[in-house]
């Protein structure tokens, strides 16, 4: 076994999966000791085992629960721009409508143990490296980046989830830890991205790793959520500022692997394929989510996606009302969405004409939504099915959200006017008009729909309608699978049992 295999091994064992516990098994007649084995006290001595730590928690963020597959569904296709209803994977329908049963269903298990993991990865890299003897200035580096990559852990799961364990240190495998409050882990997330902020250079050292662009954006991020817009707009205005991020010319190359890779409006991305490198893979929701052929058509050699979840009518129908100055449609529709248009029929799409996948008359089809696909992430131009293993980096933070934010964080502050600048930069890269004269509540609702045209697929709607308390029933009339949300229930996913028969210390949602 390698070193860094070992490691990886120990990460595992000590990360806060399978109710934040282990157990031991063994026999007693063998109790042998490999005097060559690492262990975690033979490991933290130098900086190659403290990069290899640090690397090894980078590797936690590819897994499905983190940002691999499972991020896409829980806060787009659960939201009102997309839907699962069509899937023939009826567990995972019931998941996107709130009818969720068994709350060991893979998707909520993956959300909340892989995030864990990535999190009990972190913990040891924080705990260990201050210890290690190497230069002082990287060190600190090292520590602020897994801090930062607590904190995105830790985003994920109190949004998801709300009333989870706070735990920042490694755990002896016995302990049951009890949920903190929502405000405490807001707290902590604040903290540690503070904390990385003040020791994490402006440029990355590597590619991939975090950088002090990305703790600012996502402190103010997770500020905005807390509706602390004054300190929001503060973390945010630093990230404008510091003039090292703009907007890319053409909106959809960020989602292309040839021009996708760290560019200029990145301030966080998920690294795919080996770029960590510990045998990282790509990201597999876009085999999910993508065009394939209607139930009934002359079956091809290949199917491109399953189709697990698409977009709404009613998303299709509002960006299609999005419209450029010379009333062209919005660019980032056809980025965004995959759609029929007889007048771009023949456009090779998966290495078939795009025509193929339609029927003449959507309205008269069973189950409307089955004419409409997600296109963002998905590797379109190639003549073959989609691969599991897409290797486009998995965008966390952009700086058009950034943009975006601060224009929510000053309107919702009372500062309107100021606010004008930072969406109109993002309505300009679209060719839309540029907005003036609206009250707040008019700015409020504008850029609401700016963000749901700007950021679809990027894990960004189910909590800017959370933010703006509009997770209700009533948005059923956008989508049917909210006529079986329960608030004060359907907002958070619930606990795995497997969790809590576990740790007894854990108690279930509301509701659940």
């Known amino acids: 076994m390698t070193i860094r295999r070992t490691l990886a091994a120990l990460l595992r064992f000590a990360a806060l999966t399978a109710g934040l516990g282990a157990t031991a098994v063994g026999c007693n007649d063998l109790e042998l000791t490999n005097p060559n084995q690492r262990s975690s006290q033979t490991y933290w001595k130098t900086s190659a085992d403290a990069e290899a730590g640090l690397t090894a928690t980078y590797n936690a963020l590819l897994p499905n629960g983190t940002f691999g597959r499972w991020q896409a569904f829980a806060n787009d296709i659960r939201s009102d721009i997309g839907t699962a209803r069509t899937s023939p994977w009826g567990d995972l329908a019931n998941f996107n409508a709130f009818q969720l049963s068994d709350y060991n269903f893979e998707v909520n298990r993956e959300l909340f143990a892989h995030n864990y993991d990535l999190i009990g990865r972190a913990n040891l890299v924080i705990a260990n490296v201050p210890g290690v003897s190497m230069d002082a200035g990287l060190r600190d580096q090292m520590v602020g980046e897994a801090k930062f990559l607590r904190a995105l852990g830790y985003w994920n799961l109190v949004t998801l989830y709300e009333n989870i364990p706070l735990v920042t240190e490694p755990l002896d495998p016995t302990v049951r830890p009890q949920s903190a409050t929502p405000a405490a882990v807001w707290a902590q997330i604040e903290k540690d991205l503070a904390d990385a902020a003040a020791v994490l250079p402006a440029t990355p050292r590597n590619p991939g790793r975090a950088t002090q662009g990305a703790a600012l954006g996502m402190l103010g991020k997770a500020r905005l959520q807390q509706r602390k817009w004054a300190e929001a707009a503060q973390a945010l205005g630093q990230v404008i500022n510091s003039g090292r991020y703009g907007l890319l010319t053409n909106y959809a190359d960020n989602f292309i692997e040839a021009s996708d890779n760290n560019n200029k409006e990145s301030l966080f991305e998920v690294e795919t394929e080996d770029k960590y490198p510990i045998g990282v893979t790509g990201l597999s929701f876009p085999k999910m989510i993508g065009p394939c052929y209607r139930p009934g058509a002359p079956l091809p050699e290949y199917n491109p996606t399953f189709c697990d979840g698409r977009p709404t009518r009613w998303y299709l129908t509002e960006f299609q009302k999005s419209r450029t100055t010379t009333g062209a449609v919005d660019p980032r529709l056809d980025a965004t969405l995959l759609y029929n248009d007889p007048a771009r029929a023949s456009e090779m799409v998966y290495g078939k004409t795009r025509g193929s996948y339609f029927v003449d008359n959507p309205a008269s089809a069973a189950r409307e939504d089955t004419m409409i696909f997600f296109r963002k992430y998905g590797e379109t131009y190639l003549a073959q099915e989609q691969r599991w293993d897409n290797p486009i980096n998995y965008k966390v933070l952009r700086y058009a959200d950034v943009l975006l934010m601060e224009a929510e964080a000053l309107n919702e502050n009372s500062q309107t006017a100021q606010a004008y600048q930072y969406v109109n930069l993002v309505r300009a890269r679209a060719s839309k008009a ?79």
């Open 434 to 512: 540029l907005l003036a004269g609206l009250s707040q509540a008019q700015m409020r609702d504008s850029l609401l729909y700016e963000r749901m045209f700007e950021l679809g697929l990027e894990s960004s709607r189910f909590n800017d309608l959370r933010r703006q308390n509009l997770l209700t029933p009533a948005l059923a009339a956008h989508d049917a699978d909210f006529n079986n949300f329960v608030a004060g229930k359907s907002e958070r996913l619930p606990i795995p049992t497997t969790e809590r028969n576990l740790n007894p210390n854990v108690p279930q949602n509301p509701g659940w």
